[in-house]
């Protein structure tokens, strides 16, 4: 089988269990924080070779809070719960076994009434002129080829 990755591109796997990471501090922009004094902690496990994807595990005591989500954003709740207002008006409670998208470049509220813990797995936008072109792409092949 052919060689797709060169040699210094890091290991072909990195793993680890979720609760043996060490989460360190990560405050929340004193401006985004709504109500309460949220305490957010954040674990980086992994990023890309291209740095255009990477997977963290965040924690957050209770509070409320605007969140801006720079990249694609897909998490998985392991522990408590969030409610989350989309920047729609749309809202849903978050809960241990959950898992959402958070559109890159979106605002949603969190509020957090006790503790919530994630695993996000974040990607990088493609800059929009090859956005585009992969719309198009996948317009062409039409709506038969999508999923995995």
Known sequence: MPRLRASDDGPPLVAAHAYGVE???API??????????????????????EASSTAVWD?????????????ETVVIQEGEVHVTAEDGSERIL????????KGGTWATW?????????????KPFPE????????????RGASRGGL
């Open 23 to 25: 989460l360190k501090p």
């Open 29 to 50: 922009n004193p401006d985004w924080i709504l109500e309460g004094d949220p305490q957010a902690r954040l674990a980086n496990h992994s990023q890309s070779a291209d």
């Open 60 to 72: 957050c005591t209770a509070g409320s809070f605007r969140w801006y989500f720079g990249w694609d």
């Open 95 to 102: 809960r241990a076994g959950d898992i959402a998208y958070f």
């Open 111 to 123: 509020r957090i009434e006790t503790y919530v813990r994630k695993i996000a797995f974040l990607r």
């Open 129 to 140: 002129p090859l956005a585009t072109l992969y719309r198009l792409r996948n317009a062409l």
